[in-house]
């Protein structure tokens, strides 16, 4: 592959010479191949890590309706507090009353700890809010937020007095400006009158939510989604879907209505490693299915929710743990009827409750994943009644099967022969695995078989599509955020792009992970109570998903063993670690080319870009990093890697042909946009 250069004028080629290797790509500019799904790049969530409650939801208080197994978890209580049970909210009945501790100088009251504390920004507003009643006609309460360590003289920094007034439950709303940032804040009650108060769902959230929403989301983590431009957006789960047990499944009719009236859930995640253990791990619905597909709406992402089929977690269980085949009928309801609550009319039974919730016009639901990781006979009996019931009431709605947590082997060729069988529209696959599996070394392509950039060039294209719904590289023995394993993300994803034609949607996998709460690395958001950074891995997803492009673009180089055959370029054995693909973008009118170089030095590459014609100035994103390979972005240094925009000259060859010639640093993955 070696080259006589032509004379290209090239700022970022340097240190280009006569004598170095530089690897040839052509790219049929004139050939527009097949349409890259808009839903191609997206998102996954799961409430893993911290990553609703005490993460992208808003609420700052944990266990605000005292309804965990314990019922004061999260909670200190001191002096006269008692709890009750007959509250005014059926689904949550608890609440407590907090009375005359008997003398002057003693105190009655309660304290909240939040998740992980209270994060409060100086000068911010936030919105207390609480049901209330006096037993007695009158009473007042004198809410805080407190620093329990300071060493000012006083632990409080903020404070409100309410007045509760009369026999009946009523909702008070008071705003509360912290005059201090703190990151471990806690929220303190104190009964302040003689007489007592019954209190229920106490709850606190920023006045600055996304969107302004009182249930709203935390500002800065919605828009780290938005910003990502995704395509899909999946929930809730993952194994949440699941449960631990059946009981304990993520059940989506729980999670609308009014928020102080959605019952409890455990999660599952705190039942699956003993040595991440967080016994305070549940879930409080509040963000819910109608806030997902708010959320969907808002990002511009098309909502992909993932319900139960009817299997508990298939690997904490037996098979007596499963809902029997004559048992499904509960669960096929939850799925028809999710498809009325996002798209019925507004005067439809469970149309009606999305409309009472604030969105009459329908969410446009169109997928619809049935199961998340499921495998083998007890999955496919159960899933084909779920089919015959949506496609005989929904047709139009596709549907998502799975193929297992496996990304080859018996039981994942199993899941998708099953899939076929059934007519999956697409199928779930998941695959967190080494670097080598990404890069396709030829050890992992014996120990994995088809693995890396090249796994999907032969898939059968009559079948499902794929969904590549968790995946990322888990370094060997390394198992947490570093720069190399999202580099080799983004060499593996030029083979999502060149097979957009099968590959419909994608989605890194897990997305959040609160820095005090995680039970599963790597994650491609963190945070702690006041801050986040993007990991490497999102900005990869980043340049994917906001260069996507529209059509595929055929970009091969000469096959190394024989140069009269042209190869996709995917890092096989003398391509010196460089993977490519490329995409028009017809609404921009331009062609992209995304290169990855995996290898530890700089590699020439000069690209043809049949059918357009001479000079042209490309716009180039890169992302590099001179420093170690296990370095990462972090809370201190959120921005330490990140992409860097540039510009490149490019020349011409024969006959005027527009030639993109260009010095890839090591370790980096550059893309370019050329102006057709
Ligand atoms: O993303 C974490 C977990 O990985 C998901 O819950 C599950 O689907 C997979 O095993």
Not at 81 to 97: A, I, N, Q, T
Not at 174 to 195: C, N
Request: proline share 5%; with cysteine.
């Amino acid at each position: 592959m070696k080259l006589k250069l032509f004379s290209c004028a090239l700022a970022l080629t340097a240190a280009l010479t006569a004598q170095a290797q530089t690897h040839v790509m052509d790219v049929k500019t004139q050939k527009a191949g097949a349409a890259v799904p808009s839903t191609m790049y997206g998102l996954f969530f799961e409430d893993i890590n911290f990553a609703a409650d005490g993460g992208l939801y808003g609420e700052l208080v944990k266990n605000r309706s005292f309804e965990f197994p314990q019922h004061f978890m999260g909670w200190r209580v001191f002096g006269n507090v008692e709890l009750k049970d007959d509250g005014l909210f059926e689904r949550c009945p608890h609440y407590v009353v907090l009375s005359d501790p008997g003398h002057k100088e003693r105190r009655t009251g309660l304290q909240n700890e939040g998740f992980f504390g209270i994060g409060v920004e100086k000068d911010k507003d936030y919105r207390f809010s609480v049901w209330a009643r006096a037993p007695k006609g009158s009473s007042q309460i004198r809410v805080q937020l407190i620093n329990e360590q300071a060493m000012y003289e006083r632990q409080n920094f903020s404070e409100v007095k309410i007045d509760v007034k009369g026999t009946e439950w009523k909702r008070y709303e008071v705003m509360i400006k912290a005059t201090r940032t703190e990151p471990k804040a806690q929220l303190r009650i104190f009964l302040s009158s003689k007489d007592p108060v019954a209190l229920e769902h106490v709850s606190l959230f920023p006045k600055d939510t996304y969107k302004g929403r009182e249930n709203g989301l935390r500002n800065d983590l919605a828009q780290a989604l938005a910003d990502m431009h995704p395509g899909v957006f999946r929930f809730p789960g993952g194994c949440i879907v699941e449960g631990t047990t059946l009981d304990t499944r993520y059940q989506w009719k729980n999670t609308i209505g009014r928020v102080e009236n959605r019952p409890l859930n455990r999660n599952r995640w705190e039942d699956t490693f003993d040595y991440r253990y967080f016994a305070d791990y549940y879930q409080s619905y509040g963000l819910g299915f109608f806030e997902f597909f708010q959320l969907c709406e808002d990002i511009g992402a098309e909502p992909l929710p993932v319900l139960s089929v009817g299997l508990a977690c298939q690997f904490q269980n037996g098979l007596d743990a499963h809902a029997k085949m004559d048992e499904l009928k509960p669960f096929i309801d939850d799925c028809l009827d999710l498809i009325e609550f996002a798209n019925g009319p507004a005067d439809s039974q469970w149309g009606k409750i999305r409309a009472e919730m604030g969105h009459p016009e329908p969410f446009n639901m169109k997928y619809l994943g049935i199961g998340n990781e499921q495998w083998d006979t007890p999955y496919f009996e159960r899933l084909k009644p779920f089919v015959e019931a949506v496609r005989a009431k929904y047709p139009k709605i596709k549907i998502v099967g799975t193929s297992g947590p496996d990304s080859e082997g018996k039981m994942f060729e199993k899941g998708w022969k099953a899939m076929k069988e059934q007519k999956a529209d697409l199928v779930d696959e998941h695959f967190y695995r080494p670097e080598a599996w990404f890069l396709a070394t030829d050890e992992a392509r014996q120990r994995y078989g088809n693995c890396g950039a090249l796994r999907y060039d032969s898939y059968d294209r009559k079948g499902p599509k794929v969904f590549a719904g968790e995946y990322a590289c888990h370094g060997k023995g390394k198992k947490w955020n570093h720069y190399e394993t999202s580099l080799y993300e983004a060499a593996f994803m030029t083979g999502l792009e060149r097979n957009a034609d099968v590959v419909e949607m994608a989605t890194y996998a897990p997305l959040f992970a609160h820095v005090d709460g995680w039970q599963w690395r790597p994650d491609m958001i963190w945070y702690d109570n006041l801050r986040m950074f993007k990991s490497v891995s999102y900005y990869v997803q980043q340049m994917y998903a906001m260069n996507k492009g529209t059509h595929v673009l055929q970009l091969t180089t000469a096959d190394p063993n024989n140069a009269k055959k042209q190869v996709p370029v995917a890092g096989q054995n003398g391509m010196d670690g460089l993977f490519a693909s490329s995409v028009l973008d017809n609404a921009a009118g331009e062609v992209v080319i995304k290169v990855v170089n995996t290898s530890s030095q700089p590699q020439a590459v000069s690209i043809n870009l049949h059918g357009m014609k001479g000079e042209r100035t490309a716009q180039t994103l890169t992302l590099s990093w001179n420093g170690s390979m296990d370095d990462e972005n972090t809370l201190d240094e959120p921005e330490k890697i990140v992409p860097k925009a540039g510009t490149l000259q490019c020349g011409v060859g024969a006959k005027q042909l527009t030639v993109l010639t260009d010095n890839v640093p090591a370790m980096a993955f550059r893309l370019y946009r050329v102006k057709k």
